[in-house]
């Protein structure tokens, strides 16, 4: 009344805030946290709520916790700094573990280019990088031996990521086996190095997955960001920290990366068997 809304939007937010306070399984307003409401946020992303929607629904939220501070009903209003998900786009497609596995098995270990691609798949998936980020790294970029390596990303922020023992022991054959003998002599800084002695590009870089896809039998299309998105969300369904996760994506807002916080479908599997009296 206090609005002047329509009859329409009324039962709209009356319809989003049912769900939310659904989700919030029994929690008093008061406890509600940021990390409950970014969670609410990427459930709404993962059943396919549209854009326009979704918005609503943080439109309808705002409106509920200024509602009970206003009534001296709350202490903190836990939707300050989040944004509304005017940008939101379909849930990320990702690989399952075995499909990964299947992947990333795929080059020939016994050829330079097949050592590269090793290299390079196994680096993408530790690590999380832009596919750019990829074919830009130095070859002092990278330590094998602490197991990080520095990268530039968007906005020419420079963020250090952590590298995985399975990339380590890829990128330490490819240096020195593979690498000398792709550059046939010819010095070069770039990390990782195409057969015409140059490094790498993007493209290149693609098709190589491309082909790769085929091989392993995967029926989805798969791109340098399919398996970004992959390391993403593998690292959070095994436990991983939202922040954490964030950072080493190099994401400046952590909206970006609250749509990676979707419930896999075997975890719910996994909750569901646990829990449900005949699971």
């Not at 609503?56 to 009534?71: D, P, Q, V, Y």
């Not at 086996?177 to 046939?184: I, M, N, S, V």
């Not at 419930?263 to 699971?279: A, D, M, T």
Request: include cysteine; glycine fraction near 8%; hydrophobic fraction near 40%.
């Amino acid at each position: 009344m206090e609005k002047g809304l329509s009859r329409n939007t009324v039962v709209a937010y009356e319809r989003d805030l049912s769900r939310y306070l659904g989700k919030m399984h029994g929690k008093a307003p008061g406890d509600i946290g940021q990390s409950d409401i970014i969670s609410f946020l990427a459930y709404l992303s993962s059943i396919g709520i549209s854009r326009p929607s979704a918005a609503r629904s943080m439109a309808a939220i705002r409106g509920l916790h200024r509602f009970l501070i206003t009534e001296g009903m709350c202490g903190s209003d836990p939707t300050v700094n989040l944004e509304t998900p005017r940008g939101w786009k379909r849930l990320p497609r990702s690989l399952s573990s075995a499909d990964v596995d299947r992947l990333l098995k795929q080059p020939d270990p016994s050829t330079a280019l097949g050592m590269r691609d090793k290299a390079m798949l196994e680096l993408l998936y530790a690590t999380g990088l832009r596919a750019s980020e990829l074919v830009g790294l130095k070859t002092g970029d990278i330590n094998t031996e602490r197991g990080f390596l520095i990268v530039m990303g968007k906005g020419s922020k420079e963020r250090a990521v952590p590298i995985g023992e399975a990339a380590i022991a890829a990128v330490g054959d490819y240096l020195d086996r593979a690498r000398p003998d792709l550059l046939k002599g010819r010095q070069s800084d770039m990390l990782f190095i195409s057969s015409k002695r140059r490094g790498i590009t993007r493209q290149m870089f693609w098709a190589r997955i491309k082909l790769y896809t085929v091989q392993a039998g995967i029926a989805k299309a798969v791109s340098p960001h399919t398996l970004r998105h992959s390391f993403a969300t593998h690292l959070l369904d095994n436990g991983a920290d939202l922040r954490a996760v964030q950072a080493m994506l190099g994401h400046s807002d952590i909206s970006t990366t609250q749509i990676y916080t979707h419930v896999s479908r075997e975890r719910l599997k996994k909750i569901h068997e646990k829990y449900h009296p005949r699971g």
